[in-house]
């Protein structure tokens, strides 16, 4: 099956750093990434959809200049979170869609566990 | 909008026990219906899917069928088992390239 992997599973960093968490598809191409948040007990919040080549589309009360999505080609997305607070910790994980079908399944990698110290 | 509406957890059985977890959905549209697993520490997988009504998803002794009358897609197994501790999320989407839109999850716990 399709597979998607993350990196880094996990990190901590001091407040005020930023931090980058990538997100590969590593064997198909992925035209649309999404990203989500966990909170803890609590479902997945959608965050952002990345498309491939252009902006990604936030989801409403996601900051858009504190998280910054890029999605540079078919295999790659990256999220970066900026000047992390400790509220921004949280469990991060990404999905990819196949770039061929339309039925809505989705390969999610394993997650990044951020923690803001 | 596009809801899912899961049954209140954490869900505590003894092995070999069976299971049911229910799930509602509201949608506009024909939505396509799934369960996702989520193991201690991993990301989550896909459990199984149902594109239509009547459809019926199995995998791994776990089964759910797309009721279009009642707007279900409850979760059942036979016989479960330690192993199959885990979060377990109801999930819809509609359209090609839509969203997909998650219930809360829920907490099943499998003692020996």
């Known amino acids: 099956g399709a597979v998607v992997s993350q990196h880094p599973s996990r990190v901590i960093c001091k407040s005020g750093t930023s931090v980058k968490i990538e997100c590969r598809s590593l064997?198909?191409?992925?035209?649309?990434m999404f990203w989500y948040r966990q909170f803890p007990k609590q479902s997945l919040m959608l965050m952002a959809t990345s498309n491939e080549g252009s902006k990604a589309t936030y989801e409403q009360g996601v900051e858009k200049d504190k998280f910054l999505i890029n999605h540079a080609s078919l295999t790659l997305s990256t999220l970066t979170v900026t000047s992390a607070h400790p509220e921004d910790s949280s469990f991060y994980i990404c999905s990819a869609r196949l770039a061929a079908r339309g039925t809505g399944e989705l390969f999610f990698g394993e997650g990044s566990r951020l923690t803001v110290l | 909008g596009d809801s899912v509406t899961q049954m209140e957890g954490p869900v505590t059985l003894s092995e070999e026990a069976f299971l049911t977890i229910n799930c509602t959905y509201t949608?506009?549209?024909?939505?396509?219906l799934f369960w996702y697993v989520q193991y201690p520490g991993e990301g989550l997988q896909l459990l199984l899917k149902a594109t239509k009504a009547d459809d019926k998803g199995s995998n791994k002794g776990f089964e759910a069928t797309y009721r279009k009358e009642t707007t279900s897609f409850h979760l059942e197994k036979g016989s479960v088992q330690v192993s199959d501790s885990a979060v377990y999320f109801c999930?819809?989407?509609?359209?090609?390239?839509?969203?997909?839109?998650f219930g809360k999850g829920i907490t099943l716990s499998v003692r020996p």
């Open positions: 064997d198909f191409q992925a035209t649309t």
């Open positions: 949608a506009t549209g024909y939505p396509s």
């Open positions: 999930a819809l989407s509609t359209g090609a390239n839509s969203k997909l839109t």
